[in-house]
């Protein structure tokens, strides 16, 4: 006992307070204590320390809820005195988990369920409003099984302005949801677990809040072979070694080279004979204006190709040769070369900087990235394979493919090398593709939405547009999406002209907001007494104002209207830059994340076709809101399915039990799509598994059509193929679309 004693006294001296576990703050789930053994000192005597006590706890399906903080029980620190939330655990599962962080700026309830004064009936109620209560702000975040990780929550990311935070060693990816929230107003915070498809457990250690950033260090711990391959687990088509690899891919080469030959016997790159050389369906024409472009018959929307051929996309996203893995937050679970590459470079780029000074953020600010901070496995695979050759042999057989599974769509963020090369249709990312990247300005309103009133931003629309000028007379483009999941749209309820007060910068967007202010109210009485303020003068909307939507409902109204004019802007703009440099290609919208809010539609007049991700088991549900809001042609940018059984820790964002369910789910996904008539098509994401250890921001999805061998997962690309072979007449309904529902199981994301 003492020795905690000493460790809770270190942790108080260092600035931080110590939040403890206490069983009691169980809303849901169950927990335990685990007793560490004593560490022993250099003479055999026992440490200092004193030995570790771990809490245990079990998730149930439904997913654990404790109260981790409460400004009612934990009155005796203010969070405000500190800048850090920092907890410590670790997954007990072969898989890895997600958690949440929930923030609450009231209370609904004021009294736990368990507490002996409430009650019964009253605790019944109380349960219930608690369960149904949703979080001012939730900030999800996953964690590798079997490591032991400190992960530290920076209190400034409640401001909500940054959606994906920097990664921290051994965490994967973090994302904040939910409108900014003043650390002063938190009256609780929850920790919590998705719900999952069984009982989940993991272990925490330290739970305590800081003044400064923890050292973060972690355990060396071998987690991926040479290959790129999980060393934690076995399964079917787990490559031996490195001489097995290159025999793999030397014989996918031989079946490309073959299928090359044989298209050029067959005329066609597709095995359907109905197909055009796009992948348009011969069995429907329309006219033909060699450019691919809308129509519509009998209600039903088509995409015809060059030809005049009915055209449905069936695309494939981030078709790239391999993926990288990001190597910092994870250096002590990577091989010995592979650590000793990383340092090395690191050095060499410290150096550098002494000598130039650290070079500046990019033009959107955002800090560019360290090329020696990702190792590419897959890459590695294919040198190791082909030597200098290594590009051209992997263009050849992802290639083969695409063809063979019936992909006539090259989808977002795809090599631009292998789109000239495999001379198949294609879409390009505009905010990608463009050196500009979407319109921005200094200042931004809320996180990436710029001064859209700014003379700046109608400049930045000029740059971009013109990234589209050398694919403006290439027929095999489809079309541009103008951007990919704008990070101010993934919060519910948003005004974004609310955002715009609570930000105390003075941009144009404020000016403009005045000015429509005055000219609605004529006086300031009468605006005063519509909002139920008493400013001095319409100078007032140039303070700072926190909340102002709920300062009356006349506020609200006006703030929500501007808020429409700004996106309307915001899309306007740069979209008639990008028509007057390409008046042939297809813009195919913005690609939201998903449609909180009726106000996303603003600005879709300038759009051919309306664009939306989603993840959901059908897309019939998003497909059909935006058809019924706005009568325009609907294409799914990404959606995916996979799964736990071959290496990696995490299935991505929509999971299925194993690889025929995930064939099943393909086949269900899309051809239930295909029944609507506003359903253009759907691209799926992606065509690699994501890196075990974490891409960039840490996803470490099993979602590719391919390893990181490039071995295909049969049961889903033999479901693809036989899918896209079907699909013309599915839309068009001469055959039923697949209704075997697969066996969806909860998600393990973040």
Same mark, same amino acid.
């Given at each position: 006992?003492?020795? $905690?004693?000493?460790?809770?006294?270190?942790?108080?001296?260092?600035?931080?307070?110590?939040?403890?576990?206490?069983?009691?703050?169980?809303?849901?789930?169950?927990?335990?204590?685990?007793?560490?053994?004593? $560490?022993?000192?250099?003479?055999?005597?026992?440490?200092?320390?004193?030995?570790?006590?771990?809490?245990?706890?079990?998730?149930?399906?439904?997913?654990?809820?404790?109260? =981790?903080?409460?400004?009612?029980?934990?009155?005796?620190?203010?969070?405000?005195?500190?800048?850090?939330? /920092?907890?410590? !655990?670790?997954?007990?599962?072969?898989?890895?988990?997600?958690?949440?962080?929930?923030?609450?700026?009231?209370?609904?309830?004021?009294?736990?369920?368990?507490?002996?004064?409430?009650?019964?009936?009253?605790?019944?109620?109380?349960?219930?409003?608690?369960?149904?209560?949703? !979080?001012?702000?939730?900030?999800?975040?996953?964690?590798?099984?079997?490591?032991?990780?400190?992960?530290?929550?920076?209190?400034?990311?409640?401001?909500?302005?940054?959606?994906?935070?920097?990664?921290?060693?051994?965490?994967?990816?973090?994302?904040?949801?939910? $409108?900014?929230?003043?650390?002063?107003?938190?009256?609780?915070?929850?920790?919590?677990?998705?719900?999952?498809?069984?009982? %989940?457990?993991?272990?925490?250690?330290?739970?305590?809040?800081?003044?400064?950033?923890?050292?973060? &260090?972690?355990?060396?711990?071998?987690?991926? #072979?040479?290959?790129?391959?999980?060393?934690?687990?076995?399964?079917?088509?787990?490559?031996?070694?490195?001489?097995?690899?290159?025999?793999?891919?030397?014989?996918?080469?031989?079946?490309?080279?073959?299928?090359?030959?044989?298209?050029?016997?067959?005329?066609?790159?597709?095995?359907?004979?109905?197909?055009?050389?796009?992948?348009?369906?011969?069995? $429907?024409?329309?006219?033909?204006?060699?450019?691919?472009?809308?129509?519509?018959?009998?209600?039903?929307?088509?995409?015809?190709?060059?030809?005049?051929?009915?055209?449905?996309?069936?695309?494939?996203?981030?078709?790239?040769?391999?993926?990288?893995?990001?190597?910092?937050?994870?250096?002590?679970?990577?091989?010995?070369?592979?650590?000793?590459?990383?340092?090395?470079?690191?050095?060499?780029?410290?150096?550098?900087?002494?000598?130039?000074?650290?070079?500046?953020?990019?033009?959107?600010?955002?800090?560019?990235?360290?090329?020696?901070?990702?190792?590419?496995?897959?890459?590695?695979?294919?040198?190791?394979? %082909?030597?200098?050759?290594?590009?051209?042999?992997?263009?050849?057989?992802?290639?083969?493919?695409?063809?063979?599974?019936?992909?006539?769509?090259?989808?977002?963020?795809?090599?631009?090398?292998?789109?000239?090369?495999?001379?198949?249709?294609?879409?390009?990312?505009?905010?990608?593709?463009?050196?500009?990247?979407? !319109?921005?300005?200094?200042?931004?309103?809320?996180?990436?939405?710029?001064?859209?009133?700014?003379?700046?931003?109608?400049? +930045?629309?000029?740059?971009?547009?013109?990234?589209?000028?050398?694919?403006? +007379?290439?027929?095999?483009?489809?079309?541009?999406?103008?951007?990919?999941?704008? &990070?101010?749209? %993934?919060?519910?309820?948003?005004?974004?002209?609310?955002?715009?007060?609570?930000?105390?910068?003075?941009?144009?967007?404020?000016?403009?907001?005045?000015?429509?202010?005055?000219?609605?109210?004529?006086?300031?009485?009468?605006?005063?007494?519509?909002?139920?303020?008493?400013?001095?003068?319409?100078?007032?909307?140039?303070?700072?104002?926190?909340?102002?939507?709920?300062?009356?409902?006349?506020?609200?109204?006006? =703030?929500?209207?501007?808020?429409?004019?700004?996106?309307?802007?915001?899309?306007?703009?740069?979209?008639?830059?990008?028509?007057?440099?390409?008046?042939?290609? =297809?813009?195919?919208?913005?690609?939201?994340?998903?449609?909180?809010?009726?106000?996303?539609?603003?600005?879709?007049?300038?759009?051919?076709?309306?664009?939306?991700?989603?993840?959901?088991?059908?897309?019939?549900?998003?497909?059909?809101?935006?058809?019924?809001?706005?009568?325009?042609?609907?294409?799914?940018?990404?959606?995916?399915?996979?799964?736990?059984?071959?290496?990696?820790?995490?299935?991505?964002?929509?999971?299925?039990?194993?690889?025929?369910?995930?064939?099943?789910?393909?086949?269900?996904?899309?051809?239930?799509?295909?029944?609507?008539?506003?359903?253009?098509?759907?691209?799926?994401?992606?065509?690699?598994?994501?890196? /075990? =250890?974490?891409?960039?921001?840490?996803?470490?999805?099993?979602?590719?059509?391919? #390893?990181?061998?490039?071995?295909?997962?049969?049961?889903?690309?033999?479901?693809?193929?036989?899918?896209?072979?079907?699909?013309?007449?599915?839309?068009?309904?001469?055959?039923?679309?697949?209704?075997?529902?697969? &066996?969806?199981?909860?998600?393990?994301?973040?």
């Amino acid at each position: 006992m003492e020795g $905690k004693r000493n460790m809770k006294r270190e942790k108080e001296l260092a600035g931080c307070h110590t939040l403890a576990w206490k069983p009691e703050r169980l809303y849901r789930g169950s927990m335990e204590w685990e007793e560490g053994e004593e $560490k022993e000192g250099a003479g055999g005597e026992k440490a200092s320390g004193g030995a570790e006590r771990r809490a245990l706890f079990t998730c149930p399906e439904e997913g654990l809820d404790y109260l =981790l903080y409460t400004a009612d029980r934990d009155g005796e620190v203010r969070l405000t005195d500190y800048a850090f939330l /920092c907890l410590r !655990p670790e997954v007990l599962e072969e898989h890895s988990m997600c958690f949440q962080l929930s923030f609450y700026e009231n209370y609904e309830i004021r009294q736990e369920p368990s507490c002996e004064r409430v009650p019964e009936e009253t605790a019944q109620k109380n349960a219930l409003l608690r369960e149904e209560r949703e !979080p001012d702000m939730r900030i999800i975040f996953g964690l590798l099984p079997g490591i032991r990780t400190m992960v530290p929550f920076d209190f400034r990311i409640l401001n909500s302005q940054v959606i994906f935070p920097e990664r921290t060693p051994g965490r994967l990816k973090m994302s904040i949801f939910g $409108k900014p929230v003043r650390l002063s107003d938190v009256k609780e915070i929850r920790l919590q677990t998705a719900p999952g498809f069984e009982t %989940f457990h993991f272990a925490a250690s330290e739970c305590f809040l800081s003044k400064e950033q923890p050292a973060c &260090e972690l355990p060396e711990k071998r987690l991926i #072979d040479d290959l790129g391959q999980w060393t934690q687990k076995q399964w079917k088509k787990k490559v031996a070694d490195r001489q097995a690899c290159t025999h793999i891919l030397q014989e996918l080469l031989s079946r490309a080279e073959a299928a090359e030959r044989e298209e050029q016997e067959r005329g066609s790159a597709f095995p359907f004979a109905d197909w055009d050389e796009y992948g348009g369906w011969k069995g $429907k024409t329309f006219r033909k204006t060699g450019w691919f472009h809308v129509e519509r018959e009998n209600g039903r929307y088509w995409l015809a190709d060059p030809e005049g051929n009915a055209f449905l996309s069936a695309g494939l996203d981030c078709i790239n040769p391999g993926e990288g893995t990001r190597l910092g937050p994870v250096l002590p679970f990577v091989g010995e070369n592979v650590r000793k590459g990383y340092l090395e470079a690191a050095g060499r780029e410290e150096a550098q900087k002494a000598d130039s000074g650290n070079r500046p953020a990019d033009s959107h600010g955002r800090s560019r990235r360290k090329e020696y901070d990702f190792f590419n496995y897959g890459v590695e695979n294919l040198k190791a394979a %082909f030597g200098e050759n290594w590009k051209e042999c992997w263009m050849k057989i992802v290639r083969y493919y695409l063809c063979s599974w019936g992909i006539n769509t090259i989808g977002n963020w795809s090599d631009r090398e292998f789109i000239r090369f495999a001379r198949l249709p294609y879409v390009i990312p505009m905010d990608s593709f463009s050196e500009e990247g979407y !319109p921005h300005t200094e200042n931004a309103i809320f996180r990436d939405f710029p001064d859209v009133f700014s003379p700046e931003y109608e400049e +930045s629309a000029e740059r971009y547009a013109k990234g589209l000028a050398p694919f403006a +007379s290439d027929p095999l483009l489809i079309g541009y999406f103008m951007r990919n999941e704008p &990070e101010w749209a %993934f919060v519910y309820g948003l005004n974004i002209a609310e955002e715009m007060l609570a930000n105390p910068v003075q941009t144009a967007c404020r000016a403009q907001f005045r000015k429509r202010m005055e000219e609605k109210y004529g006086c300031i009485d009468r605006f005063n007494e519509a909002w139920n303020t008493s400013f001095s003068g319409f100078d007032g909307l140039d303070r700072e104002i926190y909340k102002a939507a709920s300062l009356s409902p006349e506020a609200e109204a006006d =703030l929500k209207a501007f808020s429409e004019e700004m996106i309307t802007r915001y899309v306007e703009i740069p979209a008639k830059e990008l028509r007057r440099v390409d008046a042939n290609h =297809l813009n195919l919208g913005m690609r939201y994340a998903y449609l909180t809010d009726k106000s996303l539609l603003c600005g879709s007049e300038y759009f051919d076709v309306f664009s939306i991700n989603s993840y959901q088991i059908t897309p019939l549900e998003p497909v059909e809101k935006a058809a019924g809001w706005l009568d325009k042609p609907v294409m799914v940018g990404e959606f995916h399915q996979g799964a736990l059984d071959v290496g990696l820790t995490a299935h991505g964002i929509r999971g299925v039990t194993n690889q025929e369910q995930r064939g099943c789910a393909y086949r269900y996904y899309l051809e239930q799509g295909l029944t609507h008539p506003h359903f253009l098509g759907a691209h799926y994401f992606q065509l690699n598994d994501q890196s /075990c =250890l974490g891409r960039f921001d840490g996803e470490n999805y099993q979602i590719g059509l391919i #390893d990181v061998c490039m071995q295909e997962y049969e049961a889903m690309t033999e479901a693809m193929r036989a899918c896209h072979a079907d699909m013309y007449r599915v839309a068009a309904g001469e055959t039923a679309a697949w209704e075997i529902v697969p &066996e969806d199981i909860e998600p393990i994301h973040y």
